[in-house]
């Protein structure tokens, strides 16, 4: 006989922080970036909160060394075909990625950072949350992330990303988008 349990947001998002330490003390890195490498991008996710809700946005990363990444985001949340009621949010994202895999030119990182946005809906989700908290209009949290990133050229890359945001299912997000380097060699 199998038991099943239903495991909380806390205990998934424990196992997935374990999973990527041991997958990145586990396998030998090798560079993503060139060392102090500035990239820029766009992206496109999707939400997994609501069917019709999708987002736009914009990218920094910096490579501190080969191993490194740190990212900045802003995305704009929107609904294609929502009542008049949905109103979308911005999120800010700030965060870092160390190198998990690297089969060149495909490299799959993993990191964690600080995310926030000004959704008004997270007040009435607030105690279902396992990290998040409110400020006056804007909430406050943390994500997993997990992307494969492709090199299709020297200075451009395409990339697939998961984020798992502590602020609950609702705020969970796909996406898609590519980045560009303008003093790539």
Known sequence: MVFRQRMDMPQVMK?????????HGTYD??????????????????????SNEI??????????????????????TFAIGADENYE???ELALGVNLIMFNWYPTTITAGIGYMGNDSDEFEAIEDDAFLGFRTGNFNHGAQIK??????????????AELNV???????DTFLV?????????
């Open 15 to 23: 196992r997935i922080l374990l999973l990527i330490i041991i997958w």
């Open 29 to 50: 890195v090798s560079s993503q970036y060139d060392p102090s490498a500035t990239n820029y991008g766009l992206i496109a996710s999707k939400s997994f909160g609501l």
């Open 55 to 76: 987002a736009l946005g914009a990218r920094v990363e910096y490579a501190f060394n080969c191993y490194t990444t740190f990212m900045g985001e802003y995305n704009r």
């Open 88 to 90: 979308g949010f911005n």
């Open 146 to 159: 997990i992307r494969a990133l492709h090199q299709i050229s020297i200075p451009v890359h395409i990339f």
């Open 165 to 171: 945001k502590s602020l609950g299912r609702r705020y």
């Open 177 to 185: 988008g590519f980045s560009y380097d303008f003093n790539a060699r």
